[in-house]
């Protein structure tokens, strides 16, 4: 019988996982969320390695993000309703979920609007119809320790109308800006443009414009995206209305041949990596995904107009009747609406206006599930805005020297929250 191997009467494990460098190459190696928290608490040391952001985004971008749940919001000025996803609820993100701070219920007797909703972060406000004397504030539903609501300083006066065209949270991590508020102002050609950005806990002037359209755009819709320093609106004249914040420019970018606006929501953007920007057309029961490579080569005096030549290309043609015929009578198909979409244009979210019935649909699979539906006589336009789980969670941050600790307990303050 062979003889069984000596086993070392030293520390070698304890040598090896005391490596500054080495304990930071496991940690990017991991191969899921739940073991990264969980080595992070093994010590403070680990929580140290765990809390530098070149092993962060090595790890972030080896993950998948987790679609929790959606924020419905109706144009009647009524409360966002949260509605969390079954297979969301059914999975180990439902901890999540069920211990975080979604729903306004102590905001009854307010007007609110959720403007935008990204990087585990909930940019809301209220109606400046009412004249609430409430400034924005910001939610971080998943921030698990301490406050998780911040009431954003008062917002600067503007005279060009009483409140903004859109709010909307950076694209990017990192950085000290914590959103952008878009003002527009338009009569016939003319369109006038001025960004307001909070950074460092104040509000400044970030850039303003005003330019002669080659075409007017009737009307601009509030269907408004931040993509890597550009703003894209879409306009129910043909064509996007976008805006160089760097250089302060106006472009346009006319849609794709045969598709148009009709009704406010049979049109839908989405933004995507490498600068990609994606387009959303309904028409009848045919639903078409579009893509566009959108450089950054636009030149010339910020009073300039310039236009970009539509490349678009066909990604998908999708028939929403065979897609949905589980879920949806054949008779409301004429009725349905784009009401939310998902970035890289992995997922979206229909409205069937005949029974109230939304649903989710998943680009690639074409997996098509209910999420909720709305009562018949409910006739309010909606939005609907995902919110997605990024990976890994935040930590709390170490103090100068920290790091070389011993063990750190499980309920040391370790936060589920992505927010930087």
């Known amino acids: 019988m062979p003889s069984l191997p000596v086993v070392e009467d030293d520390d070698s494990a304890s040598k090896v996982l005391a490596n500054e460098g080495l304990v930071g190459d496991i940690l990017k190696c991991l191969h899921c969320p739940t073991c990264f928290v969980s080595a992070a608490l093994t010590s403070k040391h680990w929580l140290h390695n765990a809390t530098n952001q070149a092993i962060i985004q090595s790890f972030?971008?080896?993950?998948?993000?987790?679609?929790?749940?959606?924020?419905?919001?109706?144009?009647?000025f009524s409360k966002p309703q949260f509605v969390p996803l079954a297979d969301a609820l059914s999975s180990e993100l439902g901890a999540a979920i069920r211990h975080g701070n979604f729903r306004f219920d102590n905001m009854d007797k307010f007007f609110m609007n959720v403007w935008d909703c990204r990087n585990d972060r909930v940019l809301y406000g209220f109606s400046g119809s009412f004249n609430l004397p409430l400034c924005p504030a910001m939610r971080m539903p998943l921030h698990t320790l301490g406050q998780d609501t911040f009431v954003l300083p008062p917002q600067p006066?503007?005279?060009?109308?009483?409140?903004?065209?859109?709010?909307?949270?950076?694209?990017?991590?990192?950085?000290?800006?914590?959103?952008?508020?878009?003002?527009?102002?338009?009569?016939?050609?003319?369109?006038?443009?001025?960004?307001?950005?909070?950074?460092?806990?104040?509000?400044?002037?970030?850039?303003a414009s005003v330019a002669d359209l080659v075409r007017p755009p009737k009307e601009i819709l509030k269907k408004t995206l931040l993509m890597r320093g550009k703003i894209y609106m879409l306009t129910t004249a043909g064509y996007i209305l976008a805006f160089h914040l760097a250089n302060r420019n106006f472009f346009t970018v006319d849609l794709p041949k045969g598709v148009k606006f009709e009704y406010s929501n049979n049109l839908a953007l989405c933004r995507g990596d490498d600068s990609v920007i994606y387009l959303f057309h309904l028409k009848g029961d045919k639903l078409t995904a579009w893509l566009q490579r959108m450089t950054d080569d636009l030149k010339g005096d910020r009073l300039t107009v310039s236009a970009?030549?539509?490349?678009?290309?066909?990604?998908?043609?999708?028939?929403?009747?065979?897609?949905?015929?589980?879920?949806?009578?054949?008779?409301?198909?004429?009725?349905?609406?784009?009401?939310?979409?998902?970035?890289?244009?992995?997922?979206l979210f229909l409205e069937f206006e005949g029974n109230g019935i939304i649903v989710y649909m998943h680009l690639k699979s074409r997996k098509v599930?209910?999420?909720?539906?709305?009562?018949?006589?409910?006739?309010?336009?909606?939005?609907?805005?995902?919110?997605?789980?990024?990976?890994?969670?935040?930590?709390?941050?170490?103090?100068?020297?920290?790091?070389?600790?011993?063990?750190?307990?499980q309920d040391s303050g370790v936060a589920t929250s992505s927010v930087e």
């Open 60 to 76: 972030r971008s080896r993950q998948s993000r987790h679609l929790l749940g959606v924020y419905i919001c109706t144009e009647n």
């Open 308 to 347: 970009i030549s539509a490349q678009w290309v066909l990604r998908d043609t999708i028939s929403v009747q065979d897609t949905c015929c589980h879920l949806i009578d054949k008779g409301c198909i004429r009725y349905v609406s784009v009401v939310g979409v998902g970035d890289n244009a992995e997922f």
């Open 369 to 409: 599930k209910l999420v909720c539906k709305r009562g018949p006589y409910n006739d309010f336009a909606i939005r609907v805005l995902p919110f997605v789980m990024t990976w890994p969670v935040v930590f709390p941050k170490l103090g100068a020297g920290e790091g070389k600790g011993e063990g750190l307990h």
């Open 157 to 207: 006066s503007t005279t060009w109308c009483d409140c903004p065209h859109a709010m909307l949270l950076p694209d990017e991590d990192g950085g000290d800006i914590s959103c952008y508020r878009l003002d527009i102002f338009y009569k016939g050609r003319m369109v006038c443009a001025r960004v307001f950005v909070l950074q460092a806990g104040s509000w400044a002037t970030h850039s």
